[in-house]
């Protein structure tokens, strides 16, 4: 509070709520695939959400399987 700089950032509010956690969703030919999710509130009411698997993870490589198969079917249409 001694501080002028901090002062004014604060009154700003450039602060924003991060939201994390997991959530799982269930492929119908993967099964199960757990991500990581951070949400983070953007301009105009908008958030934009990230979503990734644990490095090495089983569901890393769920979604590493599920890119070449929508590559795949890509190409055969």
Known sequence: MHSQEFREL?????VRTTTAGAKSFRHPELGVISLRFHAMPVEDGQVLTVLHARPGSPDEQSLALLATMTATRRRSH
């Open 10 to 14: 604060w009154a700003r509010h450039d």
